[in-house]
């Protein structure tokens, strides 16, 4: 999943240290991503939200980006196969950037189907059109798309994938940077939207859990992940 080299040097980091243009790690680094892959094996056992920092799903195999050191989701993924004995894996990432680092470590591994909904074109340059595959659903979506439009992508292109894919597990990245207020992106979901998107992904399969991934305006950050909790509690 992640080399065993790249793990490492997170491991060993003394100082503050520039592993991407956007991604600055320390001496307490690892601790704390050691805790937040925890925190998601918790919300696996129990069927909850982990509510962490830093984020994941930017992380590729061998090196961090986009203020993500180890991809959470994936790490609970692996974690439900091998110690869980769950065969199939759905991954849903509503998160509004393309979870490049979770397609890149589960593209082409049968057992994992992983979705992406996502403004594009835009950071991280990846999930653009003609990028699916059997196990890799991309959904690129324009600048100042709102609720509705979404949801009928999820209700189109995703829903169909994951509920033919038949998973023993939903796992959601629950990035919260789509909402209209978000300074870093520019999608338009309201509270509303991401409380229907979370009953819509926790419909798709019998068990579910979530990771936080983005969400950059801190006063309306924690009003969307309540309207999130409402929509899996509702399935």
């Known amino acids: 999943m992640h080399a065993a080299a790249y793990l490492d040097t997170l491991e060993h980091l003394r100082e503050p240290t520039a592993l991407d243009p956007d991604t600055v790690a320390s001496e307490t680094s690892w601790d704390a991503t050691c805790l937040a892959a925890g925190i998601a094996l918790e919300a696996v056992d129990r069927g909850g939200f982990a509510l962490v ?3 994941g799903h930017h992380a590729l195999p061998d090196r961090a980006m986009g203020f ?3 991809d959470h989701i994936a ?11 769950l065969g199939r894996i ?11 680092g ?3 470590i589960f593209r082409g591994d049968d057992s994992v189907l992983f979705a992406s909904l996502h403004q594009w074109p835009f950071y991280p340059g990846t999930g653009g059109p003609g990028t699916s ?24 292109d995703v829903e169909p994938a994951v509920k033919a894919f038949a998973p023993d597990l939903v796992l959601v990245s629950a990035g919260f940077d789509a909402h209209v207020e978000d300074p ?27 990771v936080l991934e983005g969400g950059y305006n801190l006063r309306t950050l924690p009003s969307l992940v309540e309207a999130a909790l409402e929509g899996f509690e509702a399935a």
């Open 90 to 100: 759905a991954i849903v990432d509503f998160d509004v950037h393309h979870g490049n």
């Open 68 to 70: 993500c050191l180890v």
């Open 133 to 156: 595959d059997a196990t890799t659903i991309n959904v690129p979506l324009q600048a100042g798309t709102g609720d509705d439009e979404f949801l009928a992508h999820l209700e189109q």
């Open 53 to 55: 920092r830093p984020p």
């Open 75 to 85: 790490v609970a993924a692996r974690y439900a196969q091998t110690e869980l004995g």
């Open 184 to 210: 870093l992106a520019l999608l338009e979901l309201t509270a509303d939207g991401f409380r229907e998107v979370a009953r819509r992904c926790a419909a798709l399969g019998p068990r579910v859990a979530a």
């Open 102 to 104: 979770t397609e890149a």
